[in-house]
């Protein structure tokens, strides 16, 4: 596992304090990220808000997938990826970016993936997609199921001024998914992918 960079360190401080003053931001459930080993934090998608508050969720770098489009901005691009972003073609399967994901896991990094696919319009959990549980069984890391709150009020969807508005983050116990010689591996996908959805559904109730 790559140690956490210094400067990623220093500007998480001065971060939370900023979040906490403007956002009034709330994280519950932090002793349940991992804070060494490869990981995947699965999180609801509301907002271009979300990565940097799954930011602030544990004292380790996060990295994290974005639309390609971010990218084409030279000075923005430096930024984001800087930050741990790397680029995705949506709508289309990129095995560069599988294996670079499987990777990053293997490596014992943090990874934050969205299930939803794509941000909610109504700030509603949408239905998951079965790449986040079949990763997690694939690298055989923790599946950390997370919820946040707010972002869609603080940049909404379509919306490119930042907004005013308190933001919450859940964060469930850690799941993990057994290989069984007695099933099949797409039977324990859909088994660890129930239980990230249960679990996701539960926090929202909270």
Not at 46 to 75: C, H, Q, T, W
Not at 139 to 156: D, Q, S
Request: net charge positive; with cysteine.
């Amino acid at each position: 596992m790559k140690e956490t960079p210094l400067w990623y360190s220093l500007l998480r401080g001065p971060a939370i304090i900023i979040f906490k003053v403007f956002f009034a931001v709330k994280i519950r459930g932090k002793e349940n990220v991992p804070l060494k080993g490869g990981a995947i934090l699965a999180s609801n998608h509301l907002s271009y808000f979300d990565p940097i508050v799954l930011g602030l969720l544990a004292p380790r770098k996060i990295n994290f997938m974005a639309k390609e489009e971010l990218f084409e901005n030279f000075l923005f691009r430096l930024l984001i990826t800087k930050l741990g972003a790397f680029p995705v073609k949506r709508e289309r399967v990129d095995k560069t970016v599988y294996q670079k994901v499987l990777d990053l896991l293997k490596k014992g990094e943090l990874l934050v993936l969205f299930p939803e696919g794509t941000r909610s319009w109504e700030g509603k959990l949408g239905r998951l997609q079965q790449g986040t549980a079949r990763i997690a069984l694939r690298a055989n890391v923790p599946l950390v199921p997370v919820i946040i709150r707010g972002t869609e009020k603080v940049l909404p969807r379509g919306k490119k001024m930042i907004r005013l508005a308190k933001i919450e983050a859940r964060i469930g116990e850690p799941l993990r998914g057994k290989k069984s010689k007695k099933e099949d591996v797409k039977t324990s996908i859909e088994r660890l992918h129930k239980k990230l959805e249960n679990s996701m559904r539960m926090l929202l109730k909270c």
